[in-house]
């Protein structure tokens, strides 16, 4: 049976992704040797890395003076490294979420962190609007899209001070304005390759202007200066990566992304609209997702979550189940994501629907 896969991540790559990992595990650009066998320094490795960052900046039109990085320790890294980086005594969080919570609580071992706003207060169903940014804060951190609740920021916010965005679910899933940024970063786990290594987005000039000291590893500017290869970079994730992007710009780039993106959620979000066993978990419509659907049974249907589960899951729907901190489904439909595969999953559900 064909298997539809949406799970939050590790997730879907495309297909040429696998097939080309799997061919240079075996035969490395014609070195004879598997990709995870051969040096990160030699001639081929370099310019696996080369490529990958030259296509990240060209898909997401990164400006000059920015650096794009490969490195380990997930996202979760990124969440104490990027304030250890760039906080001075003050910086602003929206809390958008479980993973804005765990950035909020490394930045407070680097200073005072100012929770601009929080939608904790409805489960984190929606995204606050219209809150005040200090001016003196080094920047603002945003969770650009929430993997778990299900909600994204629509728009970026109009501040005056820098940006930094936990991208690790919707990069490369819509463009973005990258110089409104100081870090962008994203594990690749979501929607670029497999779990091992993460992507960062970091601009120059922003580094270096604190006093406090920042050990080797821990210091952007080491793997700047280094172009990622410091110490051994996750060879072949980075490899697997690079075949995605190749996959993106094949594919129309971020534009074209973006334009099935609003078609699948779409037409995702309309059968949740109409179903009546369904509803989305997530009431403003301009702040669902277009990458994770959170949905739940209506009230009058609540007995049948566990029905409809296993009825899904024979039906070939994997992954659908939803985080314990919403409860009901989630469906990923990350970019690698065939409109195939939503359309099966909006059928069982109608199928589902009729069959009492
Ligand atoms: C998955 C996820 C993370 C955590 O990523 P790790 O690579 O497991 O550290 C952080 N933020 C968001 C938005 C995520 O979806």
């Known amino acids: 049976m064909k298997k539809h896969n949406f799970y939050a991540g590790p997730s879907i790559l495309p297909e040429i992704t696998k097939e080309k990992t799997a061919e240079a595990i075996m035969n490395f650009a014609d070195t004879g040797l598997s990709v995870m066998e051969v040096s990160h320094r030699s001639k081929e490795f370099v310019a696996v890395m080369d490529e990958a960052q030259a296509l990240v900046k060209e898909l997401l039109k990164v400006p000059d003076g920015y650096s794009v990085l490969f490195i380990q320790g997930?996202?979760?890294?990124?969440?104490?490294?990027?304030?250890?980086?760039?906080?001075?005594?003050?910086?602003?969080?929206?809390?958008?979420?479980?993973?804005?919570?765990?950035?909020?609580?490394?930045?407070?071992?680097?200073?005072?962190?100012?929770?601009?706003?929080s939608s904790a207060d409805a489960n984190y169903n929606y995204i606050p609007k219209n809150y005040h940014v200090p001016a003196d804060a080094s920047y603002l951190h945003i969770t650009t899209n929430?993997?778990?609740?299900?909600?994204?920021?629509?728009?970026?916010?109009?501040?005056?001070?820098?940006?930094?965005?936990?991208?690790?679910?919707?990069?490369?899933?819509?463009p973005v304005d990258v110089a409104k940024f100081d870090v962008i970063y994203a594990g690749a786990q979501k929607n670029l390759g497999p779990a091992g290594?993460?992507?960062?987005?970091?601009?120059?000039?922003?580094?270096?202007?604190?006093?406090?000291?920042?050990?080797?590893?821990?210091?952007?500017?080491?793997?700047?200066?280094?172009?990622?290869?410091?110490?051994?970079?996750?060879?072949?994730?980075?490899?697997?990566?690079?075949?995605?992007?190749?996959?993106?710009?094949?594919?129309?780039?971020?534009?074209?992304?973006?334009?099935?993106?609003?078609?699948?959620?779409?037409?995702l979000y309309d059968e949740l609209d109409r179903n009546k066993?369904?509803?989305?978990?997530?009431?403003?419509?301009?702040?669902?997702?277009?990458?994770?659907?959170t949905f739940v049974m209506t009230p009058d249907y609540a007995e049948l979550e566990k029905d409809?589960?296993?009825?899904?899951?024979?039906?070939?729907?994997?992954?659908?189940?939803?985080?314990?901190?919403?409860?009901?489904?989630?469906?990923?439909?990350?970019?690698?994501?065939?409109?195939?595969?939503?359309?099966?999953?909006?059928?069982?559900m109608q199928e589902f629907e009729k069959r009492d």
């Open 197 to 267: 290594t993460t992507l960062i987005i970091v601009k120059n000039d922003a580094l270096n202007k604190l006093e406090r000291p920042i050990p080797t590893l821990l210091n952007y500017q080491t793997h700047i200066d280094k172009g990622s290869m410091f110490n051994t970079p996750a060879t072949l994730p980075v490899f697997a990566s690079l075949q995605t992007l190749r996959w993106l710009k094949e594919n129309g780039g971020i534009d074209a992304m973006e334009k099935t993106n609003i078609e699948k959620a779409g037409i």
């Open 146 to 174: 929430n993997t778990i609740y299900g909600t994204q920021l629509s728009t970026m916010p109009e501040v005056d001070i820098p940006l930094i965005g936990d991208m690790s679910s919707d990069i490369f899933s819509r």
């Open 308 to 348: 409809f589960l296993d009825f899904a899951t024979a039906k070939g729907m994997v992954g659908i189940k939803g985080h314990r901190s919403v409860g009901g489904f989630r469906a990923s439909i990350y970019n690698a994501m065939p409109i195939a595969s939503i359309k099966a999953l909006i059928a069982v």
């Open 74 to 117: 997930g996202a979760s890294l990124q969440f104490l490294m990027a304030p250890f980086n760039l906080m001075n005594k003050k910086a602003a969080y929206l809390n958008t979420g479980a993973w804005s919570k765990k950035a909020i609580k490394e930045a407070k071992f680097f200073g005072e962190v100012v929770e601009v706003a």
């Open 277 to 293: 066993l369904f509803t989305s978990t997530v009431p403003n419509q301009d702040d669902r997702s277009k990458m994770n659907v």
